[in-house]
């Protein structure tokens, strides 16, 4: 599992640990791993031509003492300092002494136009706000050079502790952070411009209780649900999707196809599409009686296509066991009703819909994903499957949130949702908590939409047929 921690939590964990060692030596660990970094990067270190554009304090120190180290390995080296007065003093020594250079911003044009890499200490992980004026023309100059860019602990001009980027930035095709990841570097729009990030272990001692988490593998595999010798279609678990419409059909058959491969042993559907349901998946155990007497379920899915029908809506949210609710669900679910809940509830709005209930704007929402994902939790009491770029899953009790990245932009397509949906509603009949079906239900997805894209346009059927897939490659 990847962990991220807030900038507050990483710097009590540095204090504690440079009160521990000689002074110098924690940013020498940072500058030895970022230096090794460059150089895997470059390949050939000996005749390289390297630019570091290096702020005030730390991130600039690890910057210049890194490129004393690439200095002794035989590259030409060149410090373009934005304030030199307020440069880190023992680093830029260190640099000059290995045989490195340091010039003013007004010669950075020609040596960024010639070198082979820009190493990013401009701003630390305590930015705000994006670039100055001079900085973002640094920046944009290496971002239309050949070089590669490598970010130090963060690129410069994104806020760490929230993924927001609120003007200009540096746009990193490598960050090598310290110690621990930060949650600018997995969230959007942040992570997009961190490009690859490579974490270097400098030693800190840090919180159990993380600000993020990044499921991997094994992690899901641990999770996923698995049938026992004495398990039959019941005891694996039965969900019920309510869904679909007479405009919408599709959504019904979709949202089924993703249930019947997320691990529960039975799937209900109720609704009017049910002729469109059997047809394709005679398995389904189709009811037109309404949720409440569709029969015993262990988890309820309500929402995908179901048009204005809000008084399925109203009476799956009246059930005693857990309850996803997306798509038309959550225009039409009553806030009070959804917070009255005893049972587990997760919602799964994408950024236009989680705008609507929260009123605010949908740039707003893609702009401050962390914070709109938590904040609808904690209004609406729920856990949140925020849809995007990358996936954020928020619990109304707090904790750390859970984000996932293992999608394409392939999977921005009709229907996508919906098998999101019948697959995560199916993890959640199986027994796993709110949290961990909407975390391995948005793994799983992700995997089976690049099986499916493959580099090339997938439908939302082709996504579903993928899951079983991505399941036996987790497991595997």
Known sequence: MRTAYSVETVR???RELMARLPEGALMQRAAAGLAAACADLLGRVYGARVVLLVGSGDNGGDALYAGARLVRRGAGVAAVLLNPERAHSGGLAALRRAGGTAVLPDAAERLIARADLVVDGIVGIGGKGGLRPE??????????SAAAVVAVDLPSGVEADTGEVRGDAVRADLTVTFGTHKPGLLVDPAREYAGTVRLVDIGLDLPAEAELEALQHADVARLLPMPGAE????RRGVVGIAAGSARYPGAAVLAVAGALRGGAGAVRYVGPAGDAVI???????????????AGRVQAWV????????????AEVLREEVPVLVDADGLRLAERDAVRARTAPTLMTPHAGEAAALLGVDRAEVE???????RELAARYRATVLLKGSTTLVADARGGAVRVNATGTSWLAT????DVLSGLTGSLLASGLAARD??????YLHGLAGRYAADGAPAGAHDVASMIPEAWRDVRD
Request: aromatic share 4%.
């Open 12 to 14: 009590a964990a540095e």
């Open 135 to 144: 900085a973002a023309a640094l920046a944009a100059l290496a971002e239309r």
């Open 231 to 234: 398990s039959d279609k019941y």
């Open 279 to 293: 047809a394709r998946f005679p398995e389904t155990l189709v009811s037109d009686r309404g949720p409440h007497k």
């Open 302 to 313: 309500v929402g995908p296509g179901a048009g204005d029908d809000a008084a399925t809506v």
């Open 367 to 373: 702009a401050a994903r962390l914070a709109s994902a």
């Open 414 to 417: 009709a229907g996508s949702g």
């Open 437 to 442: 079906a909407g975390s391995v239900g948005a």
